[in-house]
């Protein structure tokens, strides 16, 4: 039995102990070791619960700690009979601790985590039937009711939703017996009683299980008292959150929207007020009730329900327009939900027209904003709350049709210069927001054709809309707009970029306005992305009203020197794209040769070791590699190099410069790999004579200029992904035999050269880890996509001791690189590496068991041994299972398999020796023994 009393702690070992725990908190290593113990005893029952009575908060709340984790770790384990005697106890000094609130509220949640486990049908009812409970006052079942549902709360996560359902259907009675009770109760216990609910609302208890209930009949009557209303709506709120079975909703509606209709004048008193708490609350409630009841909502046409939704509908448009943007915000997904099931007919044409007004309002700048470092309002939670926002407009769209561009831009018909700023821009974003709604997909794919075929579905209005609307963004006073304007009529541009090609004028102004605006730091990312939208959607009337060289000369001009590079040059090529494939080829040189100036520019300011430049280089090499991933685009001209090979030939003058100087930086070599890569990864690349030469350049690189093995992990991040591309005889006809063994022999050599430079024979797996798992990585892939290359390898072997090495280690990351390639290469089926793998395995099969048993059964993490006893079984069927006993007898020789049982020892070298085991039966009996030998 488990008596709480203060009995076998003297008062000095108590004024002691409260000295240890203010030691612990001023960093005492010491008493921290003796607490954790302390905290493991039995005295820690009695002493918890007197330390509460501290004077110290600290104290106090490493008692409710201690308390706390003990009734739920231990008291489970106790018998019925002693668990209830230390309920009553605990929920008796809650009872009479009626002047301290704080400890009051502990003892009822140490109580809670003694309650019986709520999966169990009928032990909740069983539970409040005790007499210790029963003979409570109001307000201690209120904190004890409170606690226990915060308790289950947190204990749903281990339930299923029938034994939610089943304790929750337990709940309610007696939630509404509580509820009864208070029918003469002061306004504190029903406040106190509605935190329950509360509280129970979060553990599961639904508005379907107060349906019919006299629990929901109160919790209205009481939400009708000013003074209780914020507690009823936080208390139905969160029983909204659960779903409501779908037979219920008709129901629930009758029975809930009239009563929620007759509280809306409250609403009105407390925004008037400025009450933005009670607010909040009641608007959540509204809406989360809301939520639950759409389909009520979506069909009260016609039916005896249609004033109260009208009238509740009002209240969440006010609630939406209220000042305080948190209180806004908590209707937005109510009007989400609402647009995918009211219909388009003019009842809710007319109230989403109002939303759209009010939801856009709420989005407008203040009108003295500049920026968001001088700003009153918060970044964060705006650009959420328009993010939200986007959702409303595009689902109110459905509903609106084809007036949803003229309900957005309403505000500025036969507008000029009188209109606000931020209306104008609002306006902007919300166009934008839409545009997926309001204009037809099908039409989508006219890209850059003018005149019927790209106005397809659009309807003429939509259209002028459209027209009128780019004319307000990009007009001759474009320049004297504030900045927030011109970024949204920027970005509705890109948005609306299909649409651009029916007025060819239009566009050309346009596509001159996003030029001005590359030379305006603030803008020119926002610019360039706009222009690549439009110039990937009407590229070839592009080329027609617009001379291609100009644009390529404004637009490097401006954008290369920034971080919108990448971005421009992107656009730029879906330009070439459409030129006549020779002009495409000068147009190419054109777009190069400024970054091929700006390289050289930077060598020429550069002195020896690795300078200021280095990024700048780096930025440049990587504005280089997007062209080339964009030139599939652009078809081959018959007996003329692939505009690949146009560019690398123009770059390799550069490059031979700048290799000996800038490559001990890890920012430069990633943007050589990735340019390497983006030549290789060209389908037609691939079969041109640029290729060898582009695998002995890097091949050049690793020879001259890797200084430390770190360098290593770009190259071989950049070598794997060429073993994939490599091309195969099979797999490509149109690679020459010529070609193929030069790539074969060129990865034969990168692996000997990498392995090398590595230092592999001596590794330090603190320090180069990384590069040692991306080395091993990319010779895994080598075994698959290239296996003649380490076939040919001189490092095989080294290579293959060197797994062994980091299998030993332990580390999970070395297990997960070096098993795979293990595996790999004993499982090969390529004759000459099945021959090469088979010699090494006469050397050193019965080391690699030894190593690998023990990383299996001690030193390997459990979640990665599954790797190691793949390889164990892949070796013994390479070297034969009659040699395998012997190898595991010479294993277990060692002292960590000394401590294991004989028997069981015996047992696993026989069974797995037998040959009659299949792999995965294998894999099963090993990782089993492991498990054995670590206990």
């Known amino acids: 039995c488990v008596c709480v009393c203060v009995c076998s702690l003297l008062c000095g070992t108590m004024e002691e102990l409260e000295q240890t725990i203010l030691n612990f908190y001023d960093g005492d290593v010491g008493a921290d070791e003796w607490l954790m113990q302390f905290q493991r005893s039995d005295d820690a029952w009695v002493a918890s619960i007197h330390l509460l009575e501290s004077e110290s908060h600290v104290v106090q709340g490493f008692a409710a700690n201690v308390l706390l984790q003990k009734c739920r770790q231990e008291a489970m384990d106790l018998p019925l009979t002693s668990r ?60 004890y009711l409170t606690a226990l549902g915060e308790e289950f709360a947190g204990r749903t996560d281990r339930l299923d939703s029938e034994q939610i359902v089943v304790l929750c259907s337990e709940v309610g009675p007696i939630l509404t017996a509580v509820a009864e009770a208070l029918d003469n109760g002061s306004d504190d216990d029903i406040i106190r009683f509605l935190a329950v609910v509360e509280a129970w609302g979060t553990a599961g208890l639904s508005l379907s299980h107060l349906l019919d209930s006299p629990l929901l009949e109160a919790i209205l009557g009481w939400a009708l008292a000013p003074h209780l209303t914020l507690a009823a709506a936080k208390a139905l709120s969160e029983c909204a959150e659960q779903r409501v079975a779908d037979g219920h909703i008709e129901h629930l509606a009758n029975t809930l929207l009239p009563p929620l209709a007759a509280l809306t004048p409250l609403y009105h008193s407390a925004a008037e007020a400025g009450e933005e708490e009670w607010c909040e609350a009641f608007a959540v409630m509204l809406c989360s009730t809301g939520k639950q009841m759409i389909d009520a909502f979506a069909t009260c046409r016609g039916t005896p329900l249609q004033e109260s939704v009208g009238v509740v509908l009002e209240v969440v448009v006010h609630a939406t327009r209220h000042a305080s943007l948190s209180i806004s915000a908590e209707t937005l997904s109510f009007w989400d939900d609402l647009t995918d099931k009211a219909p388009a007919d003019d009842f809710w044409g007319q109230l989403f027209g109002k939303v759209v007004h009010t939801v856009l309002g709420r989005c407008q700048f203040e009108p003295d904003f500049e920026s968001w470092e001088t700003a009153e309002q918060d970044e964060g939670s705006f650009r959420r709350y328009r993010r939200s926002s986007g959702s409303v407009l595009r689902g109110s769209a459905r509903v609106l ?119 305006d730091s603030a803008l020119v990312e926002v610019a360039a992305e706009a222009f690549r939208q439009i110039c990937s959607a009407c590229g070839k009337l592009i080329v027609a009203i617009v001379p291609v060289n100009a644009l390529i000369e404004q637009t490097t001009r401006s954008t290369f020197p920034t971080a919108a590079a990448p971005t421009a040059a992107g656009a730029l090529i879906r330009v070439i794209a459409c030129c006549p494939v020779k002009a495409a080829q000068e147009h190419i040189r054109a777009l190069v040769q400024p970054i091929l ?52 030939s123009m770059f390799w003058e550069t490059f031979e410069a700048l290799k000996t100087c800038f490559l001990g930086s890890d920012a430069v070599l990633l943007e050589l790999c990735t340019i390497f890569d983006s030549i290789i990864h060209s389908a037609k690349g691939r079969s041109l004579e640029v290729l060898p030469t582009v695998f002995q350049t890097l091949l050049s690189i690793m020879e001259q200029v890797i200084p430390e093995p770190h360098m290593i992990a770009p190259f071989t991040t950049s070598l794997e992904y060429h073993g994939q591309l490599a091309p195969r005889e099979d797999g490509n006809a149109d690679v020459s035999r010529e070609i193929r063994d030069e790539v074969f022999a060129y990865f034969g050599t990168a692996l000997d050269l990498v392995f090398e430079r590595l230092n592999l024979g001596a590794p330090d797996f603190s320090r180069d880890a990384p590069a040692y798992g991306a080395y091993l990585d990319f010779a895994t892939r080598m075994v698959i996509f290239s296996p003649e290359s380490v076939a040919s390898s001189e490092a095989l072997p080294h290579v293959l001791d060197f797994c062994m090495l980091s299998v030993a280690s332990g580390s999970r990351e070395a297990l997960r690189s070096a098993c795979p390639l293990l595996s790999r290469a004993v499982q090969s089926n390529h004759y000459e590496l099945f021959l090469r793998v088979q010699q090494w395995l006469e050397e050193s099969a ?90």
């Open 84 to 143: 209830d005697e230390l309920t009553s106890a605990l929920l008796s000094r809650a009872e009479v601790t009626q002047a301290d609130s704080i400890r009051r509220t502990l003892y009822a949640s140490a109580a809670a985590a003694t309650a019986p486990w709520c999966s169990d049908p009928g032990a909740i009812t069983a539970h409040f039937n005790m007499p210790y409970i029963g003979g409570l006052s109001i307000m201690s079942q209120c904190l």
């Open 401 to 519: 049709q084809s007036d949803t561009l003229g309900v957005i831009t309403e505000p500025l018909s036969g507008a000029g210069a009188a209109v606000p700023w931020q209306e104008i821009e609002v306006a902007f974003f919300g166009a934008t927001a839409v545009v997926s709604s309001v204009v037809p997909q099908a039409s989508r794919s006219f890209r850059g054709a003018a005149g019927p075929a790209a106005a397809a579905g659009v309807e003429p209005e939509v259209h002028a809309a459209l027209v009128s609307f780019v004319v307000l963004g990009f007009g001759d006073d474009t320049a004297e707009m504030h900045p927030v304007v011109r970024c949204a009529a920027l970005t509705f541009a890109g948005a609306y970029s299909h649409w651009l090609g029916q007025d060819p004028e239009r566009l050309g102004r346009v596509i001159e306005v996003m030029v001005q605006c590359f030379d």
């Open 597 to 648: 100036e700006s390289l050289q520019q930077l060598y020429g300011q550069h002195t020896e070791g690795v300078g200021d430049n280095v990024m700048e280089i780096a930025k440049e090499l990587n504005v280089l590699g997007i062209i080339i991933r964009f030139l599939d685009t652009i078809p081959p001209i018959p007996d003329q190099p692939h505009a690949a090979v146009l560019i690398f």
């Open 846 to 935: 019965s080391r690699s068991i030894d190593l690998l048993m023990h990383v299996v059964c001690f030193s390997g993490p459990l979640d990665v041994i599954l790797s190691p006893a793949k390889v164990v079984f892949e070796v013994a069927e390479a070297v034969g299972f009659e040699h395998l006993q012997q190898m595991l007898v010479e294993a277990m020789r060692s002292e960590e398999f000394a401590k294991v049982d004989e028997t069981k020892r015996m047992v696993c070298v026989e069974e797995l020796g037998s040959a009659t085991l299949s792999k995965p039966d294998f894999i099963a009996a090993l990782i089993l023994f492991g498990k054995t030998c670590r206990l």
